[in-house]
């Protein structure tokens, strides 16, 4: 094996050439750790090409083990002398903290030489990808899955805001959050209704529907707040304002959020993952009037159903 031409500049790949293949015979690229590796997310990504196209070979798959437990994974088709992305999905079964090798499998067809490039191999943590209400959607476990959306300075101490969600509730966990920024936080309570706050010096700004929600069903969301206003959230729920068990006025100045990252399906703190779909989540620096709320509704419920 040898470094070669890359996929992205500055990384090298490594290239695993095979001279004299012999048909129906496994040729494997091996990666075994000096010590158990820990992958933490769901999946695994990298970029592979082969001067022979997948037709080329009986099977090419990625062969991930932690010692006990052996997943292997096709990786479809792919064009010879292409770059092809590949991501894989981890299974439920395999201990991710517990890593012992990763293997590269090609199963030769027939006798023709071939090499094979490998290059940025890395853990990735996002969700799976699944169908939604609008577009796609990003499918949570409710254990370790959630997004990191970074901390862009547009984001920082809104005084006025909307934030905005289609989603889809599998199954209650502890207060399972839809989206957080520090102290701002949306999440499910217990008794499947919607609850939004934000810290103050004095009185926290907290608002929590009467409606619940129901598991399994696509819930369109909507929380706004205006700083300069009543300086309550204001919660929409299928297009329609909700009646509210407790809405709240901040009191005080609310608490600074420029240090937290926007994190979508789990709290700051990592601990209230939302096992279910999100299929969108969209971020306004004013508070939406309910007629576009109820716009936006209508218009996801006549094209997507």
């Not at 005084?159 to 599998?170: A, H, I, K, V």
Request: proline share 3%.
């Amino acid at each position: 094996m040898s470094n070669d031409a890359d996929k992205k500049e500055g990384t090298y790949s490594l290239k695993d050439t095979i001279a004299s293949p012999i048909a129906a015979t496994n040729y494997d690229t091996v990666y075994t750790p000096a010590s158990p590796l820990n992958l933490g997310a769901r999946q695994i990504d990298f970029w592979f090409k082969c001067d022979r196209a997948s037709t080329a070979f009986t099977d090419t798959t990625l062969r991930i083990t932690d010692g006990s437990y052996t997943q292997s994974t096709s990786i479809g088709a792919y064009s010879a002398n292409t770059w092809t992305r590949v991501r894989i999905t981890l299974s439920a079964s395999l201990n991710r903290a517990a890593i012992t090798g990763i293997t590269f499998r090609t199963t030769a067809a027939d006798t023709t030489a071939f090499y094979k490039l490998i290059d940025i191999v890395y853990a990735n943590g996002n969700s799976v990808e699944a169908s939604g209400q609008i577009d796609g959607a990003q499918s949570f476990d409710g254990v370790d899955d959630y997004v990191d959306c970074g901390n862009p300075s547009s984001l920082n101490q809104l005084p006025e805001f909307t934030w905005e969600s289609w989603f889809n509730l599998r199954a209650y966990n502890y207060f399972p959050h839809i989206v957080c920024k520090g102290s701002k936080e949306s999440y499910v309570r217990d008794t499947l209704v919607i609850t939004i706050r934000t810290s103050a010096t004095t009185t926290w700004a907290t608002s929590q529907s009467v409606e619940q929600i129901t598991l399994a069903t696509q819930t369109h969301y909507v929380a706004t707040y205006n700083d300069n206003t009543d300086r309550k959230f204001h919660i929409f729920l299928q297009g329609k304002e909700v009646a509210y068990a407790i809405q709240d006025a901040a009191v005080g100045a609310i608490t600074d959020d420029t240090t937290y990252p926007l994190r979508i399906a789990d709290s700051y703190s990592l601990d209230r993952p939302l096992d279910g779909l999100i299929s969108l989540v969209l971020i306004y620096n004013r508070a939406l009037t309910p007629q576009e709320i109820l716009d936006h509704y209508l218009v996801g419920k006549e094209i997507f159903g």
